[in-house]
């Protein structure tokens, strides 16, 4: 049972990256799941959010019209699109899964992938 996440990389400021998030062992179609990033010296931030009970998305507002979220069923993989990145979103972002409905507390995490936004 594993959650899988990379995409993560060095892009500019403006740039984009696909974060994914690939499950193995289970089904992502009975969780919300969620990104997750921390920044050196930051507390976790959740930065987006789908539930599976009804698609519903969520995000963080530092976020909104830049990141999307979304759900490869037949592929069990969540991806997360990050376009125009700016310096502060500089942070391991880790995928995690919670109960179908986004907002609650996560209960299992992959590990991070990096992502660096710099010139």
């Known amino acids: 049972v594993q959650l899988q996440a990379s995409g993560g990389g060095l892009v500019q400021p403006g740039g984009s990256l696909r974060l994914s998030c690939a499950a193995s062992g289970f089904r992502l179609d009975y969780y919300s799941i969620g990104w997750i990033r921390q920044a050196p010296g930051k507390e976790r931030e959740k930065v987006s959010c789908?539930?599976?009970?009804?698609?519903?998305?969520y995000y963080t507002d530092s976020v909104k019209g830049r990141f999307t979220i979304s759900i490869d069923n037949a592929l069990n993989t969540v991806y997360l699109q990050m376009n125009d990145l700016k310096s502060d979103d500089t942070a391991v972002y880790y995928c995690a899964t919670g109960p179908p409905t986004c907002g609650y507390e996560y209960t299992f995490w992959g590990q991070g992938t990096q992502v660096t936004v710099s010139s």
């Open positions: 789908i539930s599976t009970s009804d698609g519903i998305t």
